[in-house]
């Protein structure tokens, strides 16, 4: 059964870094895309960044580009978001999603992590 | 960056309506389109991917079609269990973008 688990969520201060974490199971992480995705308190959802499953091509939303980073290890089957220079408007839940090169975007989704940047 | 927009961005319906939502992109995106399902404090659910395939084990009143830059989700016979948000997003090309959501409440 594919699962995919986020944590590294907490409260930070405005300025400050972060890393969040996404653990897969129940399917070859290295063959497939991962993104995260992200949802403001009452809002809706925002797609923020991609990699390949070849960590060869990476993507970022406007919003984030320059401040947060993705990597993945496939070792660890695990995937990274690696948040600096937070802002309150980063304040969110954080979810990670599988990318199938065939269907696109979201047959499989994490349950989030919540960030909240706050002084 | 390829806009999406959806209509309406709520509407209140009553079991066993037909429920018809609309996705607008900013330019051509041939069928790269997916449609998913939240409810409040759960995670988003795919619906329908490519525009119009459903996604396994999604009930068969829900349908979608459409191409390059209009399409529409259809619910044939609203149920309890589909009172929710749905969203648009095109896979077409990064940066992915998603619609602003319609709530479907109920009426």
């Known amino acids: 059964e594919v699962e995919l688990v986020e944590s590294g969520g907490r409260l930070a201060q405005p300025g400050g870094s972060l890393r969040l974490s996404c653990a897969a199971s129940?399917?070859?992480?290295?063959?497939?895309?991962m993104n995260w995705v992200r949802q403001a308190p009452g809002k809706g959802l925002e797609w923020i960044s991609y990699?390949?499953?070849?960590?060869?091509?990476?993507h970022y939303a406007d919003s984030v580009k320059g401040r947060f980073t993705i990597s993945r290890d496939s070792a660890k089957n695990s995937l990274y978001l690696e948040m600096t220079s937070l802002r309150v408007e980063d304040t969110a839940i954080y979810y990670c999603?599988?990318?199938?090169?065939?269907?696109?975007?979201?047959?499989?989704w994490g349950q989030g992590t919540l960030v909240t940047v706050s002084s | 960056d390829i806009q999406m927009t959806q209509s309406p961005s709520a509407m209140s319906a009553s079991v066993g309506d037909r429920v018809t939502i609309t996705c607008r992109a900013s330019?051509?995106?041939?069928?790269?389109l997916a449609w998913f399902q939240q409810k409040p404090g759960k995670v988003p659910k795919r619906l329908i991917y490519?525009?119009?395939t459903l996604q396994t084990g999604v009930p068969s009143r829900f349908s979608g079609s459409g191409s390059g830059t209009e399409f529409t989700l259809t619910i044939s016979s609203l149920q309890p269990e589909d009172f929710a948000t749905y969203y648009c997003?095109?896979?077409?090309?990064?940066?992915?973008?998603f619609g602003q959501g319609t709530k479907v409440e109920m009426k």
């Open positions: 999603a599988r990318e199938e090169t065939w269907s696109g975007t979201g047959d499989y």
């Open positions: 129940g399917f070859n992480f290295e063959s497939y895309g």
């Open positions: 990699i390949s499953n070849t960590e060869r091509s990476r």
């Open positions: 330019q051509g995106i041939s069928n790269y």
């Open positions: 490519a525009s119009s």
């Open positions: 997003l095109q896979h077409y090309n990064y940066p992915r973008t």
